[in-house]
């Protein structure tokens, strides 16, 4: 298997639930990232994780916990979701975090729907 | 702050030429990327673009005036797989704008 992995495609949950996504990247990459697309906005930057330093998006609510116990796996872990939540997430991974060029490869997404 | 507009839908003829600009504002630059996403998929990587002047990619080519704050992603003989959402992305990928949706007629 190769690139990045997103599971599950789709999830649907409720607002007292607890779900977590996962992503896995095969191409030995040391940058992994977490995205959220909503329909007709910018991809919003969520996580980053680079040689086990992580970067957040001090917006990002607190009922979203990230987790990458590796370089090449990483967990997105919900709890207590609001319907605004809902969107399509995406994993990405790329080479470094401070090489300039350095691009993303994204997995497919979770489109995930909070009711 | 950092922001990039877009603009939001474009239409153009299949074997035509199509521009899609993107400008912004941002206090430091550091490099702006162009990617493509079909309806349904994940984004993939097109072009970067760091310092001034057109890098080209086959059918696909990328400008950057970083005076102006202007980028344009120019896309030659379309196709009708390209019809997609073309994004523009500064400084590491941490600002993103909301895409062009890019529609090709035959």
């Known amino acids: 298997e190769t690139g990045v992995t997103q599971t599950p495609r789709h999830l649907v949950m409720g607002m007292t639930n607890k779900k977590s996504l996962k992503c896995e990247q095969h191409?030995?990459?040391?940058?992994m990232y977490w995205y959220k697309q909503s329909a007709k906005k910018p991809l919003e930057l969520m996580f980053v994780?680079?040689?086990?330093?992580?970067?957040e998006n001090n917006s990002v609510p607190s009922r979203f916990s990230p987790e990458c116990p590796n370089s090449s796996h990483l967990f997105l872990h919900l709890h207590t979701l609001q319907p605004e939540d809902s969107a399509l997430y995406l994993c990405?991974?790329?080479?470094?975090?401070?090489?300039?060029?350095?691009?993303?490869?994204f997995g497919n997404g979770t489109r995930l729907t909070v009711t | 702050g950092q922001n990039i507009d877009q603009p939001t839908e474009m239409t153009a003829t299949e074997g035509a030429i199509v521009q899609i600009n993107c400008t912004y504002q941002?206090?430091?630059?550091?490099?702006l990327f162009w990617y493509q996403q079909h309806a349904g998929e994940a984004p993939t990587f097109l072009s970067y673009?760091?310092l001034d002047g057109l890098e080209e990619k086959g059918r696909f080519s990328s400008f950057l005036s970083r005076s102006k704050g202007y980028s344009y992603l120019l896309l030659k003989e379309l196709q009708m797989k390209d019809s997609a959402s073309y994004l523009c992305?500064?400084?590491?990928?941490?600002?993103w704008g909301a895409g062009t949706k890019l529609i090709i007629k035959p």
């Open positions: 990405a991974s790329s080479q470094d975090r401070v090489s300039y060029n350095s691009p993303l490869h």
């Open positions: 191409l030995g990459h040391n940058a």
């Open positions: 994780y680079s040689l086990e330093e992580r970067v």
């Open positions: 941002t206090s430091g630059f550091n490099g």
């Open positions: 673009n760091v």
């Open positions: 992305a500064l400084n590491y990928q941490l600002i």
